[in-house]
């Protein structure tokens, strides 16, 4: 689907625009991932997804990331944990999880 509105992302590399998250390729499929603003760990059913993506899609011309609104040095850490290699952003601080019906704001107030 086409998305015109500007969202940025906390990627390791600084900010990045939604479009250059893409690497190369002309599809980006974005996992959101449960792992919110105050949590440690990760969803255990999106933990269980996760490792299973690795090296999964790449050979379809898709390039593939999770999203999550936690912060960036606890994804990368939980990462690191588990031993994953893809691509994990953060979203917070942005309307994407909004936007996208990830859930709805009220949802994301009362947590």
Not at 56 to 72: M, N, Y
């Amino acid at each position: 689907m086409r998305v015109d509105k500007e969202y940025t992302f906390e990627a390791g590399e600084g900010a990045k625009a939604l479009s250059e998250l893409f690497g190369g390729h002309t599809q980006l499929l974005v996992f959101h991932f449960m792992f919110g603003p105050e949590d440690t760990e990760g969803c255990p059913g999106c933990s269980f997804m996760a490792h299973h993506v690795d090296d999964a899609v790449e050979q379809r011309d898709v390039a593939f990331l999770a999203a999550s609104r936690g912060p960036l040095e606890r994804l990368d850490a939980y990462k690191r944990r588990m031993g994953w290699s893809f691509p994990w952003v953060s979203s917070l601080g942005s309307d994407f999880n909004v936007d996208f019906a990830v859930f709805t704001e009220e949802e994301r107030r009362t947590g």
